[in-house]
C-alpha cells in the first residue's frame, strides 16, 4: 500500500508564487522518478515537471525557466517551485510517482490533487 501526501497549492495573483510538497510512504520498493501533472476543466492531464532518482529533470515546454523541480531522495520527497504564475497555469496538479516493485515490475501512483488557481 503506497501514500502520497501533498502540501500547497492555493490562491495567487499572476506573477506570485507557489511551492508544492508531495511524500511517498509505503511499500514501493524503489522510486525511478517523482513529479507533477496537471488538469484543467475540459483539458487533458499534461506533465508539468518530473526528476528522476538520478537527478535528470524534465518541464513542459510552457513552464520551463518559471518552475523548478528538486527532490529529497532520503525522504522521498518532491518539491516544485513555481515562480511568475499565469492564468494558463491554473489547474489541479496531480503528485506522480513511477516505482519499481520487488518483482521488477513498473507501477505508477498518483496523490489525491492540489487547486491551484490564479486570478489576474
Known amino acids: 500500500q503506497v501514500q502520497l501526501v501533498g502540501s500547497g497549492g492555493g490562491l495567487v495573483q499572476t506573477g506570485g508564487s507557489l511551492r508544492l510538497s508531495c511524500a511517498a510512504s509505503?511499500?514501493?520498493?524503489?522510486?525511478?522518478?517523482m513529479g507533477w501533472y496537471r488538469q484543467a476543466p475540459g483539458n487533458q492531464r499534461e506533465l508539468v515537471a518530473t526528476i528522476t532518482v538520478g537527478g535528470d529533470t524534465n518541464y513542459a515546454k510552457s513552464v520551463k525557466g518559471r518552475f523548478t523541480i528538486s527532490k529529497d531522495n532520503a525522504e522521498n520527497t518532491v518539491y516544485l517551485q513555481m515562480n511568475r504564475l499565469q492564468l494558463e497555469d491554473a489547474a489541479v496538479y496531480y503528485c506522480y510517482v513511477r516505482g519499481r516493485e520487488r518483482d521488477g515490475a513498473y507501477r505508477d501512483y498518483w496523490g489525491q490533487g492540489a487547486q491551484v488557481t490564479v486570478s489576474s
Open positions: 509505503g511499500s514501493i520498493f524503489s522510486v525511478l522518478t
